[in-house]
Structures are given as structure tokens and as C-alpha cells.
């Protein structure tokens, strides 16, 4: 008999700040735990803006990341990409900016999906909708986090 391992798929939902604040403190913590990273953005422009918030969102902390467009991708823990398809990292986490379902993109072991909105946004819909269809498929470990307006991440895996 094949042990199917357990895949840990989390969803991160804000509506106080701004996704790429928390997107920083995200990377950062994923980068301490030498978690190596693919963060899939929607497009270029995000990317960019991603990547300079970045090099600049704290003056004591430093997130090292690079970007598919760099020199050595596969040398960066933490990798910004537009596509699944940029594995040069190897890594084991992946953070989707975006509501799809990527589980035959790679093999991660963790699924991150970090998404900004109310609950009447066609996004936060359409992540609801992603988070639900996770929580039916066996050996997936989901839950759901939503940043409240004290700026603290409150467990709603009743969503």
C-alpha cells in the first residue's frame, strides 16, 4: 500500500493592509524556516512591485529573493515568478496570489493562497469557492486565516 502524505493548503485572507505588507512578513517567516519558496503573482507589474517592497519594507529584517528575470533563479529561497511553471528553486511551498488550483504544477508540500477583499469581491468568491473544494479532497490539511481589523490573524476554518 502507497502512503499518500498529507499537503498543507492555507488560505490568508486580508482586508486591513495591503496583501504585499503581510506578503513581506509571510516571506520572511517562510525564509527563517528555510522553507524554499515559489510566490506566483498575477502579473509583471506585481512581481515588480513585490519585489521592491521586498528590499525595502524593514530596515531590520531582509527577505533574499529574486525574481524568474534574475541571474540564477534556482540560488534564491525565495522566488517571484508570473508562472507555476519557474521550479528552478526547488521548492517545497508555494504562494498564489491568485485563486487556482495548482496541485499537478509541482510537488509541494505546502499551498499558500494569499488574496485581499470583502466577501462580495468576485476573488475572495472565487478563493471561498478554491478553499471548499480543498477542504472535500482527502489528505489535504486546510484552514483558513483572516486578518481582522486589529491587525491579528483570527483561525476560520468554519468558512
Known sequence: MIETKTKEVIFYHITSEPIEKSLADLATKLYEKKEQTLIVCNDEAQMCSINNIFWSFSTKKFVPHG????DSPEEQPILLSTTTQS??????TIVLLSPISVENAGDFGKYIYMFCGNDTDSNVMAMKDLHARYKMRENHEVKYWFLDASKKWVNQNSV
Open 67 to 70: 525574481s524568474i528575470e534574475d
Open 87 to 92: 521550479l528552478n528553486n526547488k521548492p517545497s
